[in-house]
């Protein structure tokens, strides 16, 4: 088949991308160029104005807060959750189904009541206090809730799944056959975890990162409930501008300041992490 | 399964869904209502007007009168009835969005208390009647305030005692939280001057401190569990958190109170007016809108239910507003026009 | 030396699913509370369970984000393998392109992508409902479907495909018998948390169902003003109940295929 013919298959694929994708981003763009009116309504007229909002200090601060959650949340899961998949992979394959169809039942959940859930335990007058105060380990309740770091795990538990499911299809079609050579050869097995196992499964920490880190970015309500509207994230942020702020255009121009912000990190990690493997699922 | 039968087997579903879509065309003999889910309008209520009357009504559920803005004015024809607070009527009255109401289809239009008529987004109440009445208030628990150490609390101004570290749950919105500080200082809600603005700001950011929590949905839930003594929330989840715990008690405070009207109104483009003139006339009977009001803990605007609400509601201060109460409530016009800075500010305050 | 590991992962993988399901039982137990709020336990009882059945709207809107869900994962998959299919053929700077446009979608904020579907969605007068629904849910589903397929073909050998085209199969062939089969547990272990995804959607949801179809988180976002009732624990746990059953017996059915061979 000659070139132009095997880039026809992918006609198909970039048509609906283009149009699903392409159109509402071009309306958003032309959107943060424009103005608001008193009641709120559009208005047909060039600004610069709301660029200029998205780049005031308090808002940037904002921006650093939900990378900084979304980075840590990254590190999060992929300590939690490489080991999770790696155990899991390594299940004959009757358990390792159940494994993983136990890892996502959870997120059938609506993610509301389990945002709900963590506060029921957390909470001063939580299960986990009760708990504590109980056997005597503390004579008051520890205050857990509405911290950056109650986000962080709300946040992390939400979007565990996707990392344990991306570091699981690359640890599942490992070829064992490398792991028996390197110890044939007299490594041992921290040895051959960290020179074999790791870069092979690079693709599978790149991808679930990538997974993560996007969603964790702009998470609309969980870090909110979880840090009791006490540190501020870009997904409430550009949901309250949008809905009652009433400011469509600001919201268009933060949400694009997002998308920089995401392709910016991305294409760092991607690029690096491409260094190491040279053969990472982003190359 | 391969392939080809997979992709022919969603091209059948979605052909079978668009179908399915299009059939919900509107029909004769139904209405379709927009507003806040849950039991906003209760469902019971809505049962009895099909069974009475044999039409069937939709409910569509959202969660902001943003979004009713959004979906209204993208298929006007597809919805007959709205429900939206006060300043949303004065949007889509002003972008002509709503029918003129015809009172001679409703008689019991006439048992709507007349001084919740005529206000601001509805000067001659052509286009919008009250249905649900709320004012923002404090919920205290006075007990705990003064095991604090802090004099007990009557005005916003005790909210800044420094006894109250983490003690206080606000409603996550800037308009309000601006509303407390500016009311503490004596001006008005929707204040532009620049001075003003700039000593509200600084007075805001001293209260930080003392807030454990901004939550909108379920401030109530803080002061039951007992992790705030102190919240400045709406009157129907005060109800909840006074039903829950009786030692938590409303404070009017003296500085005045930001009032909301949930108004029905109808779409310039409703598919089926006169459906949606017989449903209004149905929720507007006394002891149907005695029931509404009971069951959703807001302030019913249909005086002719008085005689039908049960008595632990007449005796509810919250529910029952007085009259002093409700002289001393303003609503929040115009704010529009300050909102930027206002979000600004109060993202500054929340990050500090 | 490998039984201490084998114990050490059976210790991690149950400490993990405690912390798991932690929040899920919370969950469960909410809905046996006596009370509206959870914030004060007050007894017992099953009048959730028992209102649960009364109510039309939320079994309605349970039925429908069923619907959409399925639909979603089933539109998902075949897209999203097709994308990573197609991603073999392609010359490099198309690929890279097809990449660039997938994760497009899972960066963009939801409410701005939502507001942006419902304008265009409307220009093209298509119907909002179960189809809008499953065509912008499928939007953010189809990159999970692509990047779990791509990590499967990552580490598939050329040479493999060449042979085959050599041997004189067709295109179609070795699609079908070499790299389909290669990827199918990553398309099932990514429609699955497609099903999730959709399950879970609010934002786009609200923008996109039309004035018949609530999906059940609108629904219970939209309880939110007048207070989410543990009703909706009730349901949640039923539909735990439901999955836990399915899962079992799929066990047991394999359990009873493997005694049989």
Redesign the interface.
Known sequence: MSTWKRNLLAAPVLLWIGLLVGVPMVLVVALSFLSRD????IVYQFTLDNYR?VL?P??L??FW?SLLLALLTGVITLLIGYPVAYISANLPPRRRALALGLIMLPFWISSLLRTYGWMILL???GLINNLLLALGIVDRPLPM??KFGTSLVGTAYMLLPFMVVAVFNSVDKLDRSLLEASYDLGASRRQTFFHITIPLTLPGIVGGFTLVFIPALGLYFVS??LG?????FLGN?IH????????RP?AAAFSLGMVALALLVLSLYWKVSKDKSGEALFQ | M??KS??L??AA??VF??A???G?QARPGEI?L?T?????VP?AIIEEFEKETGIKV??????????MQ??LE??PD??DLIICTDYMV??LR??GMLEVLDKSQMPNYSNINPVYLNKYYDPESEYAIPYAISISLLLVNQEEVERLGAKPITTYSDLWQPELRSKVVVV???VEIMGIVLKSLGYEYNETDPAKVAEAREKLFALKPN?????T??P???L????AVAGFMYS?QAV?GNA??PRLQPVFPTEGMPIFMDCWVMSKAAPNKEGAYQFLDFIMRPEIAAEIADI??FTTPNKAAEPFLPEDYRNNPMLNLPDEVVENTSFYI?V??V??EY??IY??F??R | MKAKTRGFGTVYLSLFFVFLYLPVLSVVLYSFNA??????WTGWTLDWYRQLFS???IVEAFRVSIVVAL?TA??S??LG??AAVISLWVTSRMKTAIQGMMILPLIVPEVALG?SL??FF?AMR???????L?LSHSLFCVPYVYIMVRLRLQEIDRSILESALDLGASTWQM??TII?PLVAPSIVTAALLCLAMSLDD?IIS??M??????TLP??V?????????PKVNALCTLILIGTFFIIGLSQLITNKRRFAK
């Open positions: 008193n009641l709120g309504n909002r005031d308090i808002y601060r904002v807060n909470g001063n007058t809730m509405y909110d409930l009791g509207g006490n540190t501020v942020l309250t501008m949008a809905t009652r702020g009433r400011n600001l | 391969n392939r997979a992709v087997l969603i579903a979605l869904a668009a399915a879509a299009a919900a379709t927009m806040w889910g849950g039991d906003f469902r939709h409910y569509k559920e959202v969660t902001s009168n943003e979004d959004s979906l993208a298929n597809q919805y004065d949007i002003q972008n996550d919105w800037s807030i454990v929590r901004f939550e949905n379920t109530e839930d803080s039951i569990n007992g992790e129907n909840k829950a715990d959703t803990k115009g529009d026009k909102l930027v979000e600004h993202t500054e929340k990050l | 009370s509206r709020s959870t914030a004060q109510d039309r709207a639909l089933l539109l998959a075949v393998t097709f507001v419902l304008f409307n298509l119907p909002f409902g179960v189809l809008t499953v699609v079908r389909l609010v609200t923008y169902s039309g004035p018949r179809s609530t609108v629904h976002f939209s309880m939110m003003r007048v207070g989410v009732t």
